[in-house]
């Protein structure tokens, strides 16, 4: 008569550890889930504003490269270019009738501008720059990947750097990327420009 008994209590005790067996492995996949999400989407989030806010600072350099212009001092347009640096004068101040002196450049993860106001009469550009920050989470010096490219009338790539006569046209390059040891892989911004005051 007690065996009946035993085997009913044996099958109890199976069917409780095979249950929860299944609910502990259920509640760690559901866990493991919704924590590869969440970090997911807050990556997603995360990296869709360094985007937005890289796309709105090489809207804005381009725009001031386009317009590049003599100094209010007679100077030559161009001062330098560099892999990721280029120096120019245009006019950035809508109160003031002189050109500014203008700097693009990439600085450990940041896409940076420096403006420097003329003053005197005649004008010089003496005073101290102003720098400011377009955007954040730019890789392009992590990677060693150049900023800026640059061409001559003809279309063709500039490689000597130093014959700033020879520009007409600048092309950006922005790789940007929240955190570069996560996927998703990181995005390459680009953007170009004529610099329609030189010809």
């Not at 806010?53 to 100077?75: K, P």
């Not at 005649?122 to 060693?144: C, F, H, M, R, W």
């Amino acid at each position: 008569m007690r065996t009946p008994f035993l085997f009913s209590r044996g099958i109890s005790y199976i069917e409780t550890i095979v249950w929860i067996s299944v609910f502990t492995s259920a509640t760690i996949a559901l866990g493991t889930s919704l924590v590869y999400y969440y970090h997911i989407a807050h990556y997603s989030i995360e990296q869709s504003s360094a985007v937005a806010s890289v796309q709105h600072g090489i809207d804005t350099m381009v725009r001031t490269i386009r317009e590049t212009s003599y100094a209010s001092d007679g100077a030559y347009p161009v001062v330098s270019l560099a892999d990721n640096q280029i120096v120019f004068y245009a006019h950035t101040n809508a109160q003031s009738p002189y050109a500014q002196k203008v700097r693009y450049f990439v600085q450990g993860t940041s896409l940076m501008q420096g403006v420097v106001e003329p003053s005197g009469d005649p004008p010089g550009y003496t005073n101290s720059e102003v720098v400011s920050k377009l955007a954040d989470y730019v890789q392009n010096l992590v990677i060693a990947t150049s900023t800026f490219s640059y061409y001559d009338a003809n279309g063709a790539l500039m490689t000597n750097l130093s014959q700033i006569g020879n520009l007409r046209f600048v092309k950006a390059n922005i790789v940007v990327d929240v955190n570069t040891n996560d996927q998703p892989t990181r995005l390459t911004l680009q953007s170009s420009t004529a610099l329609r005051n030189l010809r």
